[in-house]
């Protein structure tokens, strides 16, 4: 399982269509993802202040575009990244990204359940 971090106005815009392709993938060449671990990390960095977020949760072996692990951040460790559309019936579980009384995300109790 990979996640992939969305606005849940974006998502419900898309969520009906088959295939999900955001800016990222045309101005990037990619769609970002992580795992369940580095999810509450990127989200602290990169969504600081949202607070109507969604995390797809993706079966790897449905998705129909490549994935890649790589880091092209720089970070030290190795993110999944999709080498075109997703098809969203790949998209298996839709949750809530929460967060704690500070404002900071913290893992949503039914993806610890799920954690790699």
């Known amino acids: 399982m990979i996640l992939h971090i969305i606005e849940n106005k974006e998502w419900q815009n898309v969520k009906n269509e088959g295939e999900y392709s955001p800016p990222s993938l045309k101005?990037?060449?990619f769609i970002?993802?992580?795992?369940?671990?580095q999810a509450v990390e990127i989200a602290?960095?990169?969504f600081k202040g949202a607070n109507d977020l969604k995390i797809l949760c993706?079966?790897?072996e449905k998705t129909k575009s490549k994935i890649?692990?790589?880091d092209t951040e720089n970070f030290g460790q190795l993110f999944p990244?999709?080498?075109?559309s997703l098809n969203l019936d790949a998209v298996f579980k839709v949750v809530?990204?929460?967060?704690?009384q500070n404002g900071k995300f913290?893992?949503?109790?039914?993806l610890k359940e799920t954690k790699n």
Do not use: A, R
């Open 27 to 29: 101005n990037e060449g």
């Open 32 to 37: 970002h993802c992580s795992t369940t671990e």
């Open 44 to 46: 602290n960095l990169f």
């Open 58 to 60: 993706i079966d790897e």
């Open 68 to 70: 890649v692990y790589e």
């Open 81 to 84: 990244h999709i080498y075109g």
């Open 96 to 100: 809530d990204f929460e967060l704690d």
């Open 106 to 110: 913290i893992l949503p109790n039914e």
